[in-house]
């Protein structure tokens, strides 16, 4: 029995190779995670608008806070742009997952919104056809969205709304809540799905806020307490700069414990901290 044991050199000799070699195969997918990590934040950062829209009496601020699991990016996104009839878009977004892929799918639906729009004006109609693009590319992805397009002249606001979190909203005469749009599916589940648009107006002063659920559900809230949480805050800060607000309302997704991504888009409406920029 002795000679068939190995000597202890020989055991070390092999238990140092194995170790060498585990730690080649760690080594070599930390920096794949990495690769796919920094490619993911590229997208990303590409993706987002380096600016938003304003116009007399209105200003515009967000605020995105990356996922705290897995790349530590993801697919939410918000966006904003002057249409060619003079019309304001602005529109918030969460796509599963929190990859490469989810990523890329986050861009592909922002540019498709963004082509559909400078064709259609009906925000239902915009997300219809960006439904129906992204079921074509067949990627098995979907996107949850809020499409809101605003006149600024008359202070109209239609939206549209796909499988979406509520947006909140506050008027400076104390009068706040959540909005209880009809909305259809998320975007990619099924063709031909028709999406509601609801019409309010901005008059006044107050702000309206358009969210994602990493802002208002997390491992701390559920999603009623988070989003009463967000109506309390922009409640109180309805009189304060759209940029002030964003960071209040983005501040509430830290109080979640959240570990998926955040966007926070305002649109303040009217008062002293709403002038055109």
Request: hydrophobic share 40%; aromatic share 4%.
């Amino acid at each position: 029995m002795n000679r068939r044991r190995p000597s202890r050199s020989a055991s070390s000799d092999e238990l140092l190779t194995t170790l060498h070699d585990l730690t080649s195969r760690a080594r070599r997918e930390v920096e794949l995670h990495q690769a796919r990590v920094e490619l993911a934040e590229a997208i990303q950062r590409e993706m987002l608008p380096p600016g938003l829209p304003s116009a007399p009496g209105l200003r515009s601020a967000a605020r995105y806070a990356p996922a705290r699991s897995g790349l530590d990016i993801g697919g939410d996104w918000y966006d904003g742009f002057v249409l060619p009839d003079g019309a304001l878009a602005f529109a918030v977004g969460d796509v599963q997952g929190h990859d490469v892929e989810a990523a890329a799918f986050m861009g592909q639906t922002r540019i498709a919104m963004r082509a559909f729009a400078l064709t259609a004006d009906d925000p239902g109609e915009v997300m219809s056809r960006t439904n129906d693009l992204l079921l074509a590319a067949d990627t098995g992805l979907l996107a949850t969205c809020t499409f809101v397009r605003l006149d600024p002249a008359t202070r109209e606001l239609r939206s549209a709304r796909a499988g979406h979190v509520a947006a909140v909203w506050a008027t400076a005469d104390g009068r706040a809540g959540t909005t209880d749009d009809e909305g259809g599916l998320p975007l990619g589940v099924q063709s031909g799905e028709e999406y509601p648009v609801t019409t309010r107006s901005l008059s006044g002063e107050g702000a309206f806020v358009l969210l994602t659920d990493g802002v208002v559900e997390g491992p701390s809230y559920s999603l009623d307490e988070g989003l009463d949480e967000v109506v309390r805050l922009v409640r109180s800060g309805v009189a304060e700069d759209a940029d002030a607000l964003a960071d209040a309302v983005m501040g509430s997704a830290e109080r979640t414990g959240h570990q998926d991504d955040a966007a926070v888009l305002v649109l303040r409406h009217g008062g002293l901290g709403s002038g055109g920029g």
